[in-house]
């Protein structure tokens, strides 16, 4: 397996051998399902979603990229691949999941090595809500974030704010998910009152809820400059 990225900005087969590690999860599943552990078609991202989630960060160029819940790797590998094709010389992606080994047994990291992306990617298993304030803290950017973690309204909330803080302005969002009214909640406030602007066309053949027809997964671009709204100004987004 390749150990870095070209200094030309090509990744060789690389990304390849990452596609491949991917299509033998969505085909396949995971090499072992831990008792006791989610569904592996249950929490993953479906295949053409990781596919467009892909596309869209290779159309951004990302270089840096962080992840909230890896569960068996479906989004991460996708995450990877993409990073690899947008040919940083300095891929980063920043993956966060507290029950990463408590309640997958490290499958999805061990999938990630498995392709080689441990040079890339680090994994860190403490909550994301925890997390993300240090990293902000540190003054950490990233060009793009994934958020798929719990699914509590007050940890998307939170998830949201700090990311709002780490990933650059004119970056990029994205969160699965968002059909569940608990996260399309938290979503509303950052796209009423803070200027997240909705990229309805970016993941434009993804699943959508059969009855509504709502998309599954959501892109904003993150405001630049981002605004300092009044709070006397605040507008009510449920
Ligand atoms: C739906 S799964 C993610 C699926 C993954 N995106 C994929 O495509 O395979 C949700 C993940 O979020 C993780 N999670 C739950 N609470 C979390 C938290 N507070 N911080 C970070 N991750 C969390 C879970 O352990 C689980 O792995």
Redesign the pocket.
């Known amino acids: 397996m390749s150990s870095m990225v070209q200094p030309d900005g090509a990744a060789g087969e690389w990304p390849e051998e990452v596609a491949a590690v991917r299509r033998e999860l969505a085909e396949h599943g995971p090499p072992r399902s831990p008792d006791g552990a989610?569904d592996?078609a249950?929490?993953?991202?479906p295949e053409r979603?990781?596919d467009q989630v892909r596309d869209l960060l290779v159309d951004e160029g990302v270089g840096t990229v962080v992840?909230?819940?890896?569960?068996?790797?479906?989004?991460?590998l996708?995450i990877g691949e993409a990073l690899l094709r947008a040919g940083s010389a300095t891929p980063r992606h920043v993956v966060?999941?507290?029950?990463?080994y408590?309640?997958?047994d490290g499958v999805?990291w061990e999938l990630l090595c498995s392709a080689g992306l441990d040079d890339v990617a680090e994994l860190v298993t403490?909550?994301?809500?925890?997390?993300l304030g240090r990293l902000a803290g540190v003054g950490f950017a990233a060009d793009a974030a994934?958020v798929?973690?719990?699914?509590?309204f007050h940890?998307v909330f939170v998830?949201l704010h700090f990311l709002g803080e780490i990933v650059r302005p004119g970056g990029i969002v994205l969160l699965?998910?968002v059909w569940w009214p608990s996260v399309g909640a938290a979503a509303a406030y950052f796209e009423t009152n803070l200027g997240w602007h909705p990229l309805p066309d970016a993941l434009a053949d993804g699943t959508t809820d059969p009855d509504s027809g709502r998309p599954r997964t959501r892109a904003y671009r993150l405001p630049a400059p981002p605004p300092t709204p009044d709070f006397k100004e605040f507008r009510p987004f449920c």
């Not at 966060?96 to 990463?100: G, K, L, T, Y």
């Not at 403490?126 to 997390?131: A, H, L, T, V």
């Open positions: 989610p592996f249950t929490v993953t991202l979603d990781c992840e909230i819940g890896l569960a068996y790797a479906g989004s991460a996708a966060i999941d507290p029950f990463q408590t309640a997958y999805g403490e909550p994301s809500q925890q997390f994934f798929d973690g719990s699914h509590h940890n998830d699965d998910d």
